[in-house]
């Protein structure tokens, strides 16, 4: 007799209905009463548990019933198509060997427990239902992301989570050194810590960003993504910042901004169109106890265009806006996400890409437009998240870019690999960087970066209470 996989009984239960089959599994909920009790079994392989019936004539029937929820058993049966029931098949078990036993204080009894309560208990809320499905899906829209690029000739570039380089130029990075802070550093005459003493040679950080790595790649392959952890030590304390996040950056050569919001557009539409139609049981879970109409929403979300603006049309419609906004409104200043909200979900009511933003609020690398006051920047914003992508068609003239790195401040000597790109056969090119949690947020209509992160390390996350 082969041990089964619950997955491969939902997909295949007629073939084996009046066999004996083998399943190993946790039990996720118990009942009895009288001469008959009732497990619900899980491996985890599939959304839906299967349910298992015992006879009392099983020789352990007690000692099954008084199992703690989560114990493991293995159960041989036979498969019945039950005449009166919910669900299409059941197992009329035979045996039942006790694999391992759960303590009777385990804590995820089954009853619905609040996202909050479950972040408590980063190891376990996996085995819910809700913390399932999120998880199950981040790994489908992983997939579906190499998919799509895959299938459009892409390379995938694995570029360095150890770096020198400030890719945003914001100075939001976690340092990489061997220095003990606790004993006396090597210093420069002037008094600052010495780098040339450290392990690299240099100062080095965690990656923001795999951006100007990956832009070498795409002037040799013309079409590059990478797709990987980065990290901000932003002491933002908002449900959408997380300082370990995923993102993934698709890079492109004999490209303009045009190129690069039509890449972004098609590989949103595709990855959810994946996911509705691998997960419909999950995407049934997340509209009915998360987000109600997400399914519906996302249908459309992929028959429609994308709305494009320009940021200074952006501006124009919220300062005619019939709302009192927190930050104010006014050319020049930053998009904060009550803005971007604004626009997703009350004007346009599905996904924008606002394009063409002052140049002094964003990065050195994005390509100055001939008005000489914006750059060809795009960020596409969709409801309940914000911004979801952030991109643009980057500086290909090396004199407007070393110009751009002397306005801010950027030493343009550490950048010399970068910006010479430019001068060995640089082309126009382009690209954008999509936040891997704000699209798992998207698609499951969950509200907090938290709960949808395996191990979330945000500001304070590794304080252990005692
Ligand atoms: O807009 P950002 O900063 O763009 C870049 O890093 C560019 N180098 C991308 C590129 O052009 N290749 O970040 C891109 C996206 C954002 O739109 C957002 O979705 C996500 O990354 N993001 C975060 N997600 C979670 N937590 C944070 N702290 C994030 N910061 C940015
Ligand atoms: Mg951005």
Redesign the pocket.
Known sequence: MKKMEIKQLFTSYKDYVGKEIEIHGWIKKSRESKNIGFLEINDGTFFSNVQVVVESSVNNFKEVFSLGIYSAVKVKGILVEPESAKQDFEIQASEIEILSESDKDYPLQNKRHTFEFLRTMPSLRMRTNAFNAVFRVRSELAYAIHKFFNERGFVYIHTPIITASD??G?GEMFRVTTFNPDKETPRTEDGHVDYTKDFFGAMSNLT?????E?EGFAMAYSKVYTFGP?F?A?H?NTP????E?W?I???IAFATLPDVMDLAEDMVKYIIRHVLDKLPEEMKLFDSFVEKGIIEKLNKLVESDFKRLTYTEAIEILEKADKKFEYPVSWGLDLQTEHERYLTEEVFHGPVFVTDYPKDIK?F?MKLNDDKKTVAAM??LVPG?G??????ERENDIEKLLKQMEDKNIKSEDYKWYSDLRRYGGVSH??????????VMYMTGMKN?RDVLPYPRTVNSMKIDK
């Open positions: 890719a945003e914001a923001v960003s795999g951006q100007l990956v980065t901000r932003e933002s959408r910042h997380a300082a996040f993102m950056e698709p890079e990065s690398y960020d596409m998240v911004e979801l992508i952030g991109g643009s382009g690209g954008y960087g999509l936040g891997f949690e704000r699209m970066i």
